[in-house]
């Protein structure tokens, strides 16, 4: 496959084309490596005379201090087939120490968009960038299931949030061609998405006249507003009959499938399934983490969807009900399907696994009790991706919601939710919107799914 285009299979654009990537991630080696005597052809580590912030430092302690982890570390590195040949188009970072040297930068770096030819994109998942080709390899799958290894990238990339939600974070929060998120090209991919032709700051609650078009972090921009009335539920849609859409987003079903023919449907979503190579079976009691409401979904149907990094990542309630019951559970980073490690690895971590990862990613449930009584209890599961596990819930049991009310958000970067139904709640999915001048078929928040056949 050329570094040169885009993934074959790149729902979310989370990441640029790989030239893109692996320049990204090889410039920020070099200089994490600026100054050291030896050659850089060779694995590097920590240099002891440098104050690491802590959050690095304590991830070097824990995997020294295992015997297990330390040799996981090492090896997945080693397993990353090297072309030596052509190193400007393949990773280079060669060791766990280097990886934390670039994390020291990427902390404190604001985020950009990149392009390169036809590709466009921002790095919104930097981290995931850097560790994509260590966790494709057979060492780097086990290192990164390890629960303490998993805390401690928690730690790091709740550090890099508090940057993203700090003023110091809106460096490229402007219409330069040379990163910024208001560059006409960037503007034009956003309003692609969005089906929007207008101005952006007719769409978006900003301000073009205003500093950093009026954002207070790059955070803030992140999970920008709607302007009121431009996602309104249409009053053919109130009816409890119909669900709508809960994020800006569209249908995700296996590699090779087709939607809506293809949505996991009852029969098929079992209580317990064993992640095989080649197939990501839905698990509803691993996706719902055991919960005792979990018996209700089995062999029932399951929705998934994903959001690009350009989309609006706010959650709305796809149908009007009480929220019965909130849960945060958390999970793996960068753990991926093994069937898509090397010699072929998922070029962007989570795409090729966006099935499993409902099973094992940090992910937030909100169930729902629906006022119409033929759809039962709904189960809304938001999904974090690699370092994109910011899920903030702003609703509580007992509370009521309406069709199109706001229930939560993503931070940090692209994701996916989706939505589970009870067995015996018979379902017709709507047909993806058909615009032939927009390659990007999304449904819009709040817009009709789906349809109770009863």
Not at 9 to 26: D, I, Q, T
Not at 39 to 47: A, E, I, T, V
Not at 311 to 340: D, F, N, Q
Request: aromatic share 12%; net charge negative.
């Amino acid at each position: 496959m050329s570094t040169e285009k885009p993934y074959p299979f790149a729902p979310g654009e989370w990441l640029p084309p790989l030239s893109r990537v692996f320049n990204y991630v090889n410039t920020l080696r070099d200089e994490a490596l600026n100054g050291s005597p030896y050659s850089k052809d060779q694995p590097h580590s920590l240099d002891p005379k440098v104050k690491y912030p802590k959050v690095i430092t304590d991830f070097r302690d824990l995997v020294k201090s295992d015997p297990g982890l330390e040799e996981l570390s090492k090896k997945m590195f080693e397993e990353i087939p090297r072309f030596e040949n052509d190193p400007t188009k393949f990773y280079n970072v060669r060791s766990f120490d280097e990886a934390l040297m670039i994390f020291n930068i990427i902390l404190f770096q604001s985020p950009s968009v990149m392009t390169l030819n036809s590709g466009l994109s921002g790095i919104t998942v930097p981290f995931n960038a850097v560790l994509n080709w260590p966790a494709n390899t057979p060492s780097g799958n086990e290192f990164f299931l390890n629960e303490g290894v998993n805390e401690k990238i928690k730690d790091i990339v709740n550090q890099w949030g508090a940057f993203l939600q700090s003023p110091a974070s809106r460096a490229h929060l402007n219409t330069s061609d040379n990163g910024g998120w208001f560059s006409p090209a960037y503007v034009k991919r956003m309003k692609d998405y969005a089906q929007w032709d207008g101005p952006i700051e007719e769409l978006y609650v900003c301000d073009p006249t205003i500093d950093y078009w009026g954002f207070a972090s790059w955070d803030a921009f992140f999970v920008r507003r709607f302007r009121p009335g431009r996602r309104p539920v249409q009053d053919k849609d109130e009816p409890g009959i119909y669900i709508v859409s809960p994020c800006e987003a569209g249908p995700q079903v296996e590699e090779g499938k087709q939607y809506p023919e293809d949505v996991r449907t009852k029969g098929n979503v079992q209580a317990r399934d064993t992640f095989w190579l080649k197939g990501q079976p839905y698990s509803i009691f691993d996706m719902l983490n055991y919960d005792g409401l979990s018996r209700r979904f089995v062999f029932g149907t399951v929705y998934q969807g994903w959001l690009s990094s350009a989309c609006y990542h706010r959650w709305h309630a796809p149908i009007s009900g009480t929220i019965k019951k909130v849960a945060l559970i958390p999970g793996t980073y960068y753990s991926t399907v093994m069937s898509h490690n090397y010699p072929e690895p998922d070029p962007s971590g989570p795409n090729l696994s966006q099935l499993y990862l409902t099973s094992v990613a940090t992910r937030a449930l909100i169930f729902i009790e629906a006022d119409y009584q033929p759809l039962g209890l709904v189960c809304f599961i938001a999904i974090g991706m690699n370092e994109i596990s910011s899920c903030e819930v702003i609703v509580k049991e007992g509370s009521r919601v309406n069709k199109g009310d706001e229930i939560g958000m993503f931070h940090m970067g692209g994701s996916a939710f989706c939505l589970l139904f009870e067995n015996g709640v018979n379902l017709k999915f709507e047909p993806l919107p058909d615009i032939p001048s927009n390659p990007h078929k999304l449904f819009k928040l709040n817009s009709r799914l789906a349809t109770v056949i009863t």
